[in-house]
């Protein structure tokens, strides 16, 4: 059974930073894909960062120089280091796992962690 576990959400103030961990079992995150996504109010979820099994990355726009994806694999776990938060950046934090087989993609999630950054 696969579960993804987030810690590390809460209320910052503009600029200041957190780090989002996502701790894996079931799962080995060094052999799939994984990344991070968000969902703001009243929008659709979106993606933050992600690197794919071969080690490659792709970021949001947004996230460029602020953010960044990173994993531990002694821990099984995954982290992304916010830096330089805007209020913009409020939002649910998902991180996700993609397996891959003869039969496609298939994706796990975690519970969400909530980021508030404040003006």
């Known amino acids: 059974q696969v579960q993804l576990v987030e810690s590390g959400g809460g209320l910052v103030q503009a600029g200041g930073s957190l780090r989002l961990s996502c701790a894996a079992s079931g799962i080995i995150l060094r052999t799939n894909a994984m990344g991070w996504y968000r969902q703001a109010p009243g929008k659709q979820r979106e993606l933050v960062t992600a690197v794919d099994s071969g080690g490659h990355i792709s970021s949001a726009t947004f996230a460029a120089g602020r953010f960044a994806i990173s994993r531990d694999n002694a821990k099984n776990t995954m982290y992304l280091e916010m830096n330089n938060l805007k209020p913009e950046d409020t939002a649910v934090y998902y991180c996700?796992?993609?397996?891959?087989?003869?039969?496609?993609?298939?994706?796990?999630w975690g519970q969400g962690t909530r980021v508030t950054v404040s003006p």
């Open positions: 996700n796992v993609g397996t891959w087989s003869d039969a496609g993609r298939r994706d796990y």
